[in-house]
């Protein structure tokens, strides 16, 4: 039988992040989530560009004036990173799902070539953009 005279017994709180040693994959799972919080951002700029197309020439002429900004181009920059990072980590929980990588070498290195993988193809896109005339 359970002794429940004592109240409820003592329980360990849950590790924080100050408990744990850091390491690449901690990095990987909290970078995810703000990738996430990043894209429904970039939700809510595509919404906006689309009722500034919607709501005729001056308005679409002011928004992408905003995003045109070296503002706004930081911020489209950190929304490709965050869809390339968001590309590359998806296809590392794949291999997770399949029961591959969970060594943590393996797990070190799909990590870091996750997030390397986003900022140098960030980097390419942008370049070739700006080559291209786009921006």
Known sequence: MTDTRGGLPERPLSPHLQVWRWHITMACSILH???V??????????????????????????????LGSPLGKL??????????????????????????????KTADMTGAGAIAFAVVGAIVVWVIAAQTGAL
């Open 37 to 66: 919080f990043a894209l429904y951002v970039g939700v809510l700029l595509l919404a906006g560009w689309a009722v500034a197309l919607a709501s005729g020439p001056d308005a679409y002429a002011c928004y992408t004036g905003a």
């Open 33 to 35: 989530r703000a990738c």
């Open 75 to 104: 911020v489209l920059f950190g929304l490709t990173v965050a869809v390339l990072y968001n590309i590359a980590y998806t296809v590392r929980q794949t291999f997770w799902d399949a029961g591959k990588g969970f060594t943590p």
